[in-house]
């Protein structure tokens, strides 16, 4: 098999990158006879940002674009091309790390998109992701994540959403601050896709923190009975809007905090197929989940304020939701709830 490729990167997006019609930036050439560059078959769709020429010496000049799809020659050209390409990139990370984030921050989106289809090069491809952090403001790799894990720490940590910022600042995070482990932020619409392809990174898994984990809710029986009460009369009050009221043992400053049962799509995955289109989805209840160790809580417990807990309830549901980044539905609601709870503390 005799051929010769040319790739390069351009420094700026294509104006067609997000458009299911883009313009293939692959020139294919038999024999340095000009054959096609209109051919989408050439590279995966996750590389349709690298421009080049592809010149196979092994075809008929004559070559229909049947024939072309089928090309046992041509499957093996796109193989190598494509190992090629993400090598190349690999090795730029290691070499020059801020050429390669510029080129990430353009089209690191788009190479994400290769976990959904790509298996063959799915290492190479983990090895070419970066992900922002709560410890760090210029994204990292995996491999540096598992690095700077804590001796004792088993698994990567990660939360997605629409804000990195928003999500440093999330309660789901602080119990993981607090205790110096990492959490990777992932903010780019696809993550709710590709990140649960991948599961773990050489061999270690990979947790959303916003689901429950057993480690982490690991309920203390004696606290759970004294609690009781305010769990069921919580459970109650939100029936409609939640699937479960627990304690955890995540959360250091927040009252309460949202999390999704492991076996039901985040908030940030039910927004994503929303997005593609899928508009009939049953509707997901998350469970909330309280800080036993609050001053909200210890009041309660205190003066035995149940008859204002369904206020409060309503009232740190909706907190918890804004903290996540989603709407409250009933916004005026919220707001007279608020107020009143502040006038009778004065």
């Not at 193989?79 to 990430?104: M, P, Q, T």
């Amino acid at each position: 098999l005799t051929y010769t490729t040319l790739f390069y990167i351009p420094q700026k997006a294509p104006f067609d990158l997000f458009r299911v019609d883009y313009q293939s930036g692959v020139k294919l050439y038999v024999k340095r006879v000009f054959i096609t560059d209109d051919d989408k078959e050439l590279l995966p769709t996750y590389l349709r940002f690298v421009r080049g020429i592809i010149d196979v010496e092994d075809l008929p000049l004559n070559v229909s674009r049947e024939i072309l799809q089928q090309n046992v020659i041509l499957s093996k050209v796109k193989k190598a091309s494509v190992k090629k390409i993400l090598g190349e990139l690999k090795k730029l990370k290691n070499r020059d790390f801020e050429r390669y984030l510029k080129f990430y921050e353009v089209f690191g989106k788009v190479l994400k998109e290769g976990l959904m289809s790509e298996y063959e090069h799915r290492d190479l491809l983990i090895d070419l992701l970066l992900f922002k952090t709560t410890k760090s403001e210029t994204p990292i790799s995996l491999e540096q994540y598992k690095e700077r894990m804590k001796e004792d720490q088993k698994e990567i940590y990660y939360l997605i959403g629409e804000d990195a910022d928003l999500m440093k600042a999330s309660p789901l995070v602080e119990g993981y601050v607090a205790k110096d482990i990492e959490v990777l932020l992932m903010d780019d619409e696809i993550d709710s896709l590709v990140i649960p392809q991948i599961g773990s990174y050489k061999e270690t898994p990979l947790v959303s923190v916003s689901t429950e984990s057993p480690e982490e809710q690991k309920e203390d029986e004696k606290l759970k009975e004294k609690f009781a009460e305010i769990l069921v009369k919580m459970k109650e009050s939100l029936k409609e809007e939640v699937k479960e009221v627990k304690l955890t043992n995540r959360l250091k400053s927040s009252p309460a905090c949202l999390v999704y049962d492991k076996n039901d799509p985040d908030f940030a995955m039910q927004e994503m197929l929303k997005q593609m289109g899928q508009t009939d989805l049953p509707p997901v209840k998350p469970i909330l989940e309280i800080n036993p160790d609050h001053e909200i809580f210890k009041k309660i417990l205190e003066e035995k304020a149940y008859t204002r807990l369904d206020d409060i309830s309503h009232i740190l549901l909706d907190l918890a939701k804004l903290n996540e980044g989603m709407k409250i539905d009933d916004a005026p609601n919220f707001t007279k709830k608020v107020t009143e709870l502040l006038e009778k503390s004065l």
